[in-house]
């Protein structure tokens, strides 16, 4: 009977040892899977990383007002931007390349992918970059319509100040654009364009010449009903432009240059022809709207001017209106500088705009409204997506 049970007992002893044996087996093999699984999780979180690296880059890269002229040159800004990126061949390192650019008018369609070295893990982000705006939201200087000469100013000390992030000086096409950028570049002035120079899609009036001619009238009507003795209307000859206090509505047909330290003045200032200024430079808060084929600026002075500039000449042809076109071309010369600035300001053109009557085509054409969407905007990304590739 003994023997019997000892015989159960080394039975019941060697399940117990098969079961401690199954459980540590698998104990083993459930390390072994979570220590994959978080090595695996590990390398995707690694991929997407260096995705989003490969984002940054892009994204710096087109917002770099240097590299304007290749917007829609898909291969040469493919190449640009991956020149920059850092591959190991050798190891777990993450490397990042951009994929593709899908170009269309204003925005470019980014697929960035991560991916390691050692194991192929690859990861992938698709984005859309959408370029900052200059709309009937302005930038501190805004050129639109076709340019014949740009000359940047000579000054280190002349500087241009877009608003919230948006471009120093915006304009209607890329040629323009590259004209502008070269010029700046070769003088070592870009540095004092603060937010750079964009090519933008303007909003109403100033996006569309008819529109912006009917804004223009609408101004000159408001001006030439005005009595002589009305503390809001100004003149330019003899120069009475208003002031920060006293701002004032200026109209006026025919070349005009300022001299000496008279460009001085607040409100809406609108020149039907061409502007020259010599002596000190523009003191002038407001939007100052210029039609004529020449904008010059010389002599420098140290002066700040706020608000916006509007350089374009809308023309009818037959039935068809058109920013610079025919005989219209312009040529934009600003020299000199000395210690000047000009900062887009939204409250300075607020302020000017609440200068027209409600009744006026003007004021129901130029909007500008308090949530900041008044200021040329600055680009954004997008629609952003991950996957694998």
């Known amino acids: 009977m003994q023997a019997k049970q000892k015989g159960a007992v080394l039975a019941i002893g060697l399940i117990f040892l098969l079961i401690i044996t199954l459980i540590g087996v698998a104990g083993s093999g459930h390390s072994l899977l979570g220590e994959r699984m978080a090595g695996n999780n590990k390398q995707i979180a690694e991929a997407f990383m260096a995705a989003e690296t490969g984002l940054v880059n892009a994204v710096t890269w087109l917002d770099n007002p240097l590299n304007e002229a290749s917007w829609g040159q898909v ?23 951009i994929n593709s650019l899908v170009f269309t008018s204003n925005d470019v369609t980014i697929v960035s992918c991560g991916a390691i070295n050692s194991s192929g893990v690859s990861r992938c982000i698709s984005s859309t970059y959408v370029k900052g705006s200059g709309g009937g939201n302005l930038a501190a200087m805004n050129i639109i319509g076709k340019i014949k000469t740009f000359d940047t100013a000579n000054s280190n000390q002349f500087k241009l100040i877009g ?24 003088k070592g002035r870009m540095d ?4 750079g120079v964009k090519e933008v899609k303007f909003d109403d009036p100033f996006g569309d010449p008819a529109k912006m001619a009917e804004f223009i009238e609408g101004i000159k009507l408001q001006w030439t009903g005005m009595a002589s003795t009305d503390p809001k209307k100004g003149t330019a000859n003899p120069l009475n432009m208003g002031s920060t206090a006293s701002p004032k509505i200026t109209y006026y047909e025919g070349n005009l240059e300022l001299k000496g330290s008279g460009a001085v003045g607040a409100g809406i200032l609108v020149i039907v022809g061409n502007l020259t200024i010599s002596g000190n430079f523009f003191d002038y808060d407001g939007l100052v709207v ?49 210690n000047a600035t000009f900062t887009y300001d939204e409250d300075v053109l607020s302020t000017a705009r609440k200068l027209l009557s409600e009744d006026n085509v003007a004021k129901e054409l130029w909007q500008i409204d308090s949530s900041g969407s008044g200021a040329a905007s600055k680009s954004k990304v997008t629609n952003w997506s991950a996957y694998t590739n």
Do not use: C, H, M
């Open 75 to 97: 291969d040469s800004s493919l190449s640009a931007i991956n020149a920059s990126a850092v591959s190991s061949e050798t190891g777990n390192s993450a490397r990042w390349q």
């Open 163 to 186: 608003g919230d992030g948006g471009p120093a000086l915006a304009t209607d096409s890329l040629e323009n654009a590259e004209l502008i950028i070269y010029d700046i570049e070769n």
């Open 192 to 195: 004092n364009y603060v937010g």
């Open 290 to 338: 210029v039609t004529g084929q020449s904008f010059t600026l010389k002599g420098g002075g140290n002066k700040d001017g706020r608000g916006a500039i509007v350089f374009a000449n809308p023309i009818k042809t037959g039935d068809t209106w058109a920013f610079g076109e025919a005989e219209a071309t312009f040529e934009f010369d600003v020299s000199g500088g000395g």
